[in-house]
């Protein structure tokens, strides 16, 4: 069966501590990796897609990196503006569903 | 703006009551999905659809149902059959294989 997992549930940071989050998958053949940011009462906005093991993807202060197992979310030097909630999802290449992780709620005091 | 919009915002269910959740997009995109969000747990698929006029079961689709007549359009009913609907309710949609775009959401509460 399918399985992403993210961790840590929670991340307090203060601003500027830079740190990352892990989101490990268990898939039957990868097709993509996303990731969303999502904000309270608000859907999940997209922000890159990793394909293949070693692969980067740089958006501001986030970088997003995948290898065969997992892919992490680095946040260098955050602002109170990156508090979101982060999740991840796998695309299983053996169907149409994705495969969602529980998210890590950030939180970034000034 | 090219988007989804989702509506009510905000929905109030009464005992035995059916309640129907509203989708549309207008990305041209082919698939349409609706998830249940709630609390501590990954977003989980309820139904998705990859053409008109068709659709599939997701992981918990038990106690609710959807149609497809219309590319742009992808309606959620909630009936009582589903009898823990309170949840936070999103729709997607996507090309095959694309990253999935989302609505706002619906916040569904049983009164």
């Known amino acids: 069966e399918d399985q992403v997992t993210q961790s840590p549930e929670a991340l307090r940071l203060q601003e500027g501590e830079s740190s990352s989050l892990n989101c490990s998958y268990t898939v039957s053949g990868l097709r993509g990796l996303f990731w969303y940011r999502q904000d309270p009462g608000k859907g999940p906005e997209f922000l890159f897609t990793?394909?293949?093991a070693g692969e980067e993807k740089e958006k501001e202060r986030l970088k997003a990196t995948l290898t065969k197992k997992e892919s992490f979310l680095h946040i260098t030097a955050p602002k109170p503006e990156d508090s979101a909630t982060y999740l991840c999802?796998?695309?299983?290449?053996?169907?149409?569903?994705?495969?969602f992780g529980a998210g890590t709620t950030v939180t970034v005091r000034a | 703006d090219g988007g989804i919009t989702q509506s009510p915002k905000y929905l109030f269910r009464k005992e035995g009551q059916n309640v129907t959740l509203s989708c549309e997009q207008n990305l041209n995109h082919d698939a349409m999905y609706w998830y249940r969000q709630d609390p501590g747990q990954g977003l989980r698929l309820i139904y998705y659809s990859q053409i008109v006029n068709d659709f599939q079961k997701g992981d918990i689709a038990e106690g609710y149902s959807v149609s497809r007549e219309k590319k742009e359009s992808f309606p959620l009913t909630v009936t009582s059959a589903q009898k823990n609907p309170t949840a936070f309710y999103l729709c997607a949609s996507s090309m095959v294989s694309q990253p999935q775009h989302f609505g706002d959401g619906t916040r569904l509460s049983i009164l």
């Open positions: 999802a796998a695309d299983p290449s053996n169907d149409y569903k994705l495969s």
């Open positions: 990793l394909y293949s």
